[in-house]
């Protein structure tokens, strides 16, 4: 028998009586792994900024004769699967027939919590062969900083007495410098501005490792509304 250039195998017998008869099979040998050539999360391949809650993964897969399916896995940082799908293609399509790759783009967006997520993303082909793993993690980041500021200390005038957001007492009116303390909390932040009546003030932050805040005073020495 032979293998001819389109993968046919052809077989042929002759008996003694010159009698004979051929027989044909087509089949393809793949000896190629397929690749995972692209994974982005939000357009990015790595990103350590936090992220939005709906993130968009894109992968793009190819291989040199016929992809069976791409596989996407996004786990949380504990392990748990958060979403495993398969992109599978039926036995007509993602195949080769003039030598070139074949190549399919896929895409998902997900709705997600807070957290630390990785993604794996895996081609398999139609002769069983499958790809090296594609990896990348990203933060996911839908909680805004918790900021507060109250009146600290100073002298009351006593004729608008008000309360802090924590039902401390405080007054409208101060007869001396008002001390403000400010506090923010947040994993990721990225930068906190502080300004006296639209004037920014740079502050010396210092971390409470009991509230999990970080905290910083300031002073208004003017007379006048502060804002």
Known sequence: FDIDANGIVNVSATDKATNSNTAAATIKVDKTNPEVDALTVNGYEYNSIPLPAVVVIKTTASDNLALAKVSIVVESEDGTKRY??????????????????????????LNLSDGKYNVTVTAYDKSGR??????????????????????????KGG?????????????????????????????NIKEVIV??????????????????????SYKSTADGLHT
Request: overall charge negative.
């Open 84 to 109: 495993p799908h398969d992109f599978e293609y039926d036995a007509m399509a993602a195949v080769s027939d003039d030598g070139n790759k074949v190549i399919r783009d896929e895409e998902c967006a």
């Open 195 to 216: 300004t006296d009546n639209g004037n920014r003030v740079n502050l010396n932050w210092t971390y409470d490792s009991v509230t999990g805040k970080n905290v910083a």
């Open 159 to 187: 004729k608008k007495p008000l309360t802090n957001f924590d039902g401390t007492a405080r007054d409208y009116y101060y007869k001396s410098n008002v001390g403000v303390e400010l506090t923010y909390a947040d994993a």
């Open 130 to 155: 499958v790809s090296s793993v594609r990896a990348t993690s990203f933060i996911v980041d839908n909680t805004k900083p918790v900021v507060t500021a109250k009146v600290a200390d100073g002298t």
